[in-house]
């Protein structure tokens, strides 16, 4: 399933593209058990997952921003938290979500085989697919941005998974975040590509001397600023009772880690009261940003040989890779050819038709009463 958040209790739009996607309410839970043993694409892969997903517009913000990723086909979860004026950053991290979906549910195969796309170091498939996605979703919107100069300065941040067998690819951009929660700790699985957490490292400083800092919302890197990427990527095992939060900074950025785990640990088995009040402690602390959350509880795996890999970083792509994935772009976007339109209905032709229309509309009544009125 993908859905995006924000925009339908507005409009009550409803959008799928695929029998296995839906959009839903802000605000609202999805999902329940889902066992991918009856998947056909992925019989091979018995694993068995909870996942209990939702967004929120805060309390200041008119929209929201941020874009969840479901794809209970290919075990594959994102949170994108979209930045840029004028609706730019729905539209970024709406395109990042798309671009990933097409890839895994279209182009797979085709993508994992390119030469050009190479990423000269083996990981495992999903993982390998997954970075290939987030880099033709970073071409895709910096693109986007180039031709349309309302976009201009749009991005978003990402926290991805993608799960097989017994392991777990995590790859970010950004300083949207993911944990593994335990019964006894949490545990930050990422290390936020920002400024302030840049001179944390470097001097140490404690959350309340970061929080003082000018400049602490500086992000340094973001999908579709550059016309390549750098992506954090590691692997980990997982063990059935372990539960993951993949979050944007509207959680993360207004409660530490300790208060964080505070909420979550009495509720772990309740996974939607817990993305409830996770909601809820963001809200009460002013809601000053969009916030969302992911939550995935491991049930069941698949023992495998596959091994952990530490945080690593993938370099940006060679001018060869771009031409190639650009060659990508063209194809992906083909599929997908109203996905700006479909958010940026205050900037696009729907909007200007609409107006037409309201004013003939009110013109015809307007003849019909001046009639009514000279005949009577």
């Not at 979550?264 to 088995?269: C, G, I």
């Not at 945080?311 to 109203?338: C, G, N, Y």
Request: charged share 25%; aromatic share 6%.
């Amino acid at each position: 399933m993908l859905f995006e958040s924000g925009k339908l209790p507005a409009k009550s739009e409803q959008w799928c593209q695929f029998s296995s996607c839906s959009l839903v309410a802000m605000g609202g839970i999805l999902f329940d058990i889902f066992d991918l043993d009856n998947s056909a694409a992925r019989t091979h892969v018995p694993l068995k997952l909870k996942v209990i997903a939702r967004t929120d517009k805060g309390l200041v913000r008119p929209g929201n921003e941020d874009y969840l990723h479901i794809d209970d086909e290919n075990l594959v979860y994102a949170v994108c938290d979209g930045m840029g004026g004028h609706q730019a950053g729905e539209v970024a991290s709406m395109t990042a979500s798309e671009v990933i979906k097409t890839a895994f549910l279209e182009f797979s195969a085709e993508l994992m085989q390119d030469p050009l796309l190479t990423l000269n170091r083996t990981v495992p498939g999903t993982g390998d697919l997954l970075l290939k996605a987030i880099r033709l979703a970073n071409r895709a919107i910096y693109r986007k941005a180039q031709m349309d100069p309302s976009l201009t300065g749009m991005g978003t941040t990402i926290i991805s998974v993608a799960c097989e067998a017994d392991i777990m690819s995590i790859a970010h951009v950004g300083d949207s975040r993911a944990y593994r929660l335990r019964q006894d700790k949490i545990e930050p699985l990422t290390v936020d590509h920002s400024w302030v957490a840049e001179m944390q490292a470097q001097q140490n400083l404690s959350r309340e001397e970061a929080n003082a800092l000018v400049g602490k919302n500086i992000i340094l890197r973001a999908l579709g600023v550059r016309e390549n990427i750098e992506i954090d990527y590691r692997i980990i095992r997982l063990q059935p009772g372990d539960q993951f939060l993949l979050c944007s900074d509207g959680l993360c950025g207004y409660a530490d880690d300790d208060e964080i785990f505070e909420i979550a640990r009495p509720r772990r088995d309740n996974l939607e009261k817990m993305a409830e009040d996770l909601i809820q402690m963001a809200n009460d602390r002013g809601g000053p940003d969009n916030v969302s959350v992911i939550i995935i509880e491991v049930l069941e795996v698949n023992k495998s040989v596959l091994p952990e890999l530490e945080v690593m970083t993938f370099p940006s792509e060679s001018p060869e890779a771009l031409e190639a994935e650009d060659h990508w772009i063209d194809k992906i976007l083909a599929r997908q050819p109203t996905v700006t339109a479909e958010i940026q209905s205050g900037t696009g032709s729907p909007r200007p038709l609409l107006l037409a229309g309201i004013f003939c509309l009110f013109a015809a009544v307007a003849a019909l009463i001046v009639y009514l009125v000279a005949f009577k």
